[in-house]
Nanobody, 118 residues
Framework: QVQLVESGGGLVQAGGSLSVSCAAS???????????MGWYRQAPGKQRDMVAA???????TYADSVKGRFTISRDNAKSTMYLQMNSLKPEDTAVYYC?????????WGKGTLVTVSS
């Protein structure tokens, strides 16, 4: 079964930018291009919430709290998905998890921590 590995998290000041990546453990460009995938985040003591997703047909959707600041994209040839985060706020601090839905099963990465200092 394919695994997903996030990278790119770290510490950034409020107003700054950060990009996180989610790479499949093996090259699966045809699977990557066909399936829904996206990002969730979980702040300390809170539930895991959807941040952004690429859904059927390649269209994207975003949580209201990140619209206009975050951009989700993917490179099928590299079997990698990205989340570009701009104008970061302290409330964006969380562990960011990527997922991909394959055959009705949601595969999750282990997460990468993003910390935004005020």
């Amino acid at each position: 079964q394919v695994q997903l590995v996030e990278s790119g998290g770290g510490l950034v000041q409020a107003g700054g930018s950060l990009s996180v990546s989610c790479a499949a453990s093996r090259s699966i460009p045809s699977i990557f291009s066909r399936n829904a995938m996206g990002w969730y985040r979980q702040a300390p003591g809170k539930q895991r919430d959807m941040v952004a997703a690429i859904i059927s047909g390649g269209s994207t959707t975003y949580a209201d709290s990140v619209k206009g600041r975050f951009t989700i994209s993917r490179d099928n040839a590299k079997s990698t998905m990205y989340l570009q985060m701009n104008s970061l706020k302290p409330e964006d601090t969380a562990v960011y998890y990527c997922y991909m839905t394959v055959g009705g099963i949601r595969v999750w990465g282990k997460g990468t921590l993003v910390t935004v200092s005020s």
